[in-house]
C-alpha cells in the first residue's frame, strides 16, 4: 500500500532510527535491528533483482531511482514498531504490516501481521511494495484507480514467485547451470 506523502521529488532522506543497522546491497539499502540482520540477508539479492526487474517492466528506461540513490528496506518485528520509524507525520495504518513511501524512497515491512502471525514470503511482499513506488514514480501527481496499480503489484510480486517456484523445481531436477536455463526461464516474464 501507499502512505502519503505521495511522490513530488522522490528522494528526500529521513534519519536513521537509533539501534538500527544498516546493511547495503545494489540498490538497496537495508535498516532493520541487528538482531534480525538475516532477514536482510535473505532479502538482499531479491531485492537488487526485483529493483532492475520492475523497472524493466514497466519501461521506465532509466527514469526513477538516481543512479547513485539507494531503495531503502526498513524492517520491524511487529506493525506496532512501524510508525516509531515512519516519516515524521505519516505513521501506516495499525493494521497494515507494508507500507511504501515514494516520496522517501523507502518501503517499511513488519516481520509479523497484527494479528501476531509471522508473515510469510516476505520477499513477495517486498517486491510488491518496489512496484507500489516504481509506480508512482511513473505516475507523479497522476492517479490511476486502486485495482490497477494493485494489479501491476501483484502480478510483478506473485506471478514471479510461480516463475521462480517453477524454476527452482527444474533446478532440483537437472542440476543445470543457470546459462542452460536462461532459454527455459528467461529473466523478464512479459506483462
Ligand atoms: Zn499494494
Sequence with gaps: MFASPVAKSAGEA???????????SGRCLFVLPPENHRVADDLADTCDEAFERIHVQLDMDGRGLPKDSHLEIRIVDVPGNMAAISPPGSPPPPWSSAVAYPYYNLIILSLHHANGKPVENLDVVMEHEISHLAMREILGDKRVPRWFSEGVAVMQSEGWLAMKSSRSTILKITLASREKLAWLMPKQPTL
Aim: no cysteine; proline share 9%; net charge positive.
Design 14 to 24: 529521513i534519519s536513521l532510527p537509533s539501534g538500527y543497522v544498516q546493511m547495503k
